[in-house]
Structures are given as C-alpha cells and as structure tokens.
C-alpha cells in the first residue's frame, strides 16, 4: 500500500534545462525555455511508474524572473505542499537566478517538506545535457523522508537555500555551498546526508501583496574603484525602499559612496552591506553605521531586505 503522501508535484518555470538549440554541439547558443516540464519528465525512462503531477507555472529564462512569477511561484507551491497526499514538490528553473528564487520560497514558506529547485547548465538537445539526471536527483530528494526545506539538486550535490551559489558561468558542475558545504549529494538516487536540512521562520504568504507591483523596491548598488554616490542619489530621489551595497572586502565602502548611503539611510531608505566576495560574509563590528547583510551575497540580500520592508 502506497503511504499518504506519495506524490511529488514537478512546477515549470523554463530555463536551460527547458532549452533546445538546432546544434547538438553548441552549448551556447541555445534558446532557453522552449520545452514544457511534461516533455521533460517523458524524457527521463527512471521516473516512469512515479506518481507524478505536472504543472507548467512560467515559461522564461531566469534572468528575466519577476516579482510576478515569484508570487504565483510562491502560491502554487504553498497550494501543493499543504495537500496531505503531496510528499514534496519539484520546479525546474533557469540556473541564473535559481538562488534567489530559493532564498525568496525558504523566506516565504519555510516548507516542513522538501521544496527541490533543480535546472541544467546544458539545453535539452546537448550532447552533454545534465538536465535529465538533475531532475531524476530532484524528484528523488522530493520522495526522501526526513527531507525539509527549499533546496537546490544539481550536479549529484543538495544545497540549502541560504548556502547555495551559481560559481561558474560555463562549468556544469557550477554551483557551491561555499564554507557551509552542500546538505548532501545524491549518489545513484540514494541520499547520502553530510548535514541537517534548513530550518527557518517563515514569513507566510499572507505577508506578501498579492499585487506584486506593490512589493517594496530594492536595489543593489556596488562599491568599486571610482564609485560616488550619484546611483544612490538617483535611486533615492526615483522612490526606492531599499538599497543593497556590494562592499569591498569585509564591508568596506568607497568614501562617496558610503556618505551617499550614510544619507540615503537618514532619510528612511533601508540600507544593507554584503560583500563582492565570492565566498564568506561581512563580519560586522558594533561600531558599523551601515548594517551587514546576515551573511547573505548581494542578490539574495536584496531579497531579505524586500521581505523585511513588507
Ligand atoms: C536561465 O537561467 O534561465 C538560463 C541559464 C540556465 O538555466 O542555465
């Protein structure tokens, strides 16, 4: 007899892993988001016999994610999980902004079963598509008991939302957990687990507008050689909420910009630093008058901080 929740929902949201492109060789010049998810799990012969539900929520290369997709992402999600016959709900997304789409659905749901992001770094049609065993892990880490919490499966490698990192444009072994390390990766379907699954708060969908165009507005700035405070200036008077930094080193700003911030922050915009770096976090001092971003990378700083000024 089948336990009660046995089913995994698979969602679509696009990218690679949907893509195709006329040359099997070319793993550049592809069109992202061409296939549905339900081509994509006929494609995958270990999944036949799985109780499986397919539905497409978006149709788009993850670099033009919305606010809009994530609200109707979050919704359905949410929808699915509560059902007491769902044991773990899958979406495919483009790899560009899967991190961000993961930090926003942990924030949001805070899922006690397991929420599994999976994409490709390889079109459908490559000779090297990673896409199809991607989403064979995924839908196995969707059926895994014990499994809890919005993670990333890519490349045989579980990572946690708060952790998980795109590091490589091109290599498709291309995402890292940085000093956390991955929760676990997945060896010929079975779970070997190195870590606890995430656990957090979550802020509940009843926080969110349900008009996405009312979401608070937050930009990410950067500090570099040569900055002033001119962006923050512009971005101030165009009515932003608030405003991520992507400081130097452990937070450090350049002197324009930082006074530019300093008075964007006295007028009531909020204000975070995170870090250029690839790997780490800002470690904050008392004495800081711009605060650290709890360890969050830019992108997904700029997330936490829309979620805060709900
Ligand atoms: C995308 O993010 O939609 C395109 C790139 C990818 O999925 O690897």
Redesign the pocket.
């Known amino acids: 007899m089948q336990s009660k929740a046995s089913a995994i929902v698979v969602l679509g949201t696009?990218?690679?892993?949907a893509g195709t492109s006329a040359d099997a060789a070319d793993n550049v010049g592809y069109s992202?988001?061409q296939l549905s998810v339900a081509q994509l799990l006929r494609a995958i012969p270990g999944l036949s016999g799985a109780t499986l539900e397919v539905e497409q929520v978006a149709q788009l290369?993850?670099?033009d994610m919305s606010h809009a997709v994530w609200n109707a992402l979050a919704r359905r999600c949410a929808h699915h999980l509560a059902r007491p016959d769902v044991a773990g709900v899958v979406v495919t997304h483009?790899?560009?902004?899967l991190e961000e789409t993961a930090w926003f659905l942990q924030r949001v749901l805070a899922p006690t079963k397991p929420l599994v992001l999976t994409?490709?770094?390889r079109p459908a049609t490559a000779l090297q598509a990673d896409g199809p065993q991607n989403l064979l892990d995924a839908v196995r880490v969707a059926r895994s008991p014990g499994a809890r919490g919005v993670v990333a499966v890519l490349a045989g490698r579980v990572h946690g939302a708060r952790d998980v990192r795109k590091v490589h444009p091109y290599r498709i072994d291309a995402f890292s957990s940085g000093d956390a390390g991955a929760i676990a990766c997945v060896e010929e379907g079975e779970l070997r687990l190195f870590r606890s699954w995430p656990q957090s708060e979550a802020l509940g969908l009843d926080a969110l507008p349900a008009d996405a165009s009312a979401w608070p507005r937050v930009e990410i700035v950067m500090s570099h050689a040569g900055a002033g405070g001119t962006v923050v200036q512009a971005l101030c008077a165009a009515g932003v909420h608030g405003l991520v930094v992507a400081a130097t080193g452990n937070g450090t700003l350049h002197r324009e910009l930082e006074a530019a911030l300093l008075e964007a922050q006295a007028s009531g915009v909020r204000v975070l630093r995170s870090t250029r770096c690839g790997d780490g976090r800002v470690v904050a001092t008392p004495s800081d008058a711009l605060p650290a971003a709890d360890g969050l990378p830019p992108a997904k700083a700029r997330v936490e901080l829309m979620l805060q000024l709900l």
């Open positions: 696009g990218g690679t892993i992202a988001a290369d993850s670099k483009g790899t560009d902004t994409g490709a770094m």
